[in-house]
């Protein structure tokens, strides 16, 4: 089964950053898109940014101008920072791979991250 392992969230101050990484063991990770949803209380999950095996990227809305998504396949792991957070960036974010040639989606376990003062 894939498992796909996060870490990076935590409590952080308004107008702070985090990085988010997403790893995995494998061999195929080079082969997937990445990307991170995430779903604040109350809310749906809603994707934030995703990056496609040929490094083309997206970002929503919200996030677009102050996140950044990047992967390293050497390290099979993906990571999206996310700058000058805000309060309405709370919220549980869930690391994803989408493996277009097996039509597979694998998520990760999920990671708080809280932007309170």
């Known amino acids: 089964q894939v498992q796909l392992v996060e870490s990076g969230g935590g409590l952080v101050q308004p107008g702070g950053s985090l990085r988010l990484s997403c790893s995995t063991s494998?061999?195929?990770?080079?082969?997937?898109?990445m990307g991170w949803y995430r779903q604040a209380p109350g809310s749906e999950r809603q994707l934030v940014a995703f990056?496609?095996?040929?490094?083309?990227?997206h970002y929503v809305n919200s996030v677009k101008g102050r996140s950044t998504i990047s992967r390293d396949n050497a390290k099979k792991t993906a990571y999206l920072q996310i700058d000058s957070l805000k309060e309405e960036d709370t919220a549980v974010y869930y690391c994803?791979?989408?493996?277009?040639?097996?039509?597979?989606?694998?998520w990760g376990q999920g990671t708080q991250v809280t932007v309170s003062s």
């Open positions: 994803y791979a989408h493996d277009h040639q097996l039509d597979q989606r694998h």
């Open positions: 494998e061999d195929r990770f080079s082969l997937w898109s």
């Open positions: 990056i496609t095996s040929g490094n083309v990227y």
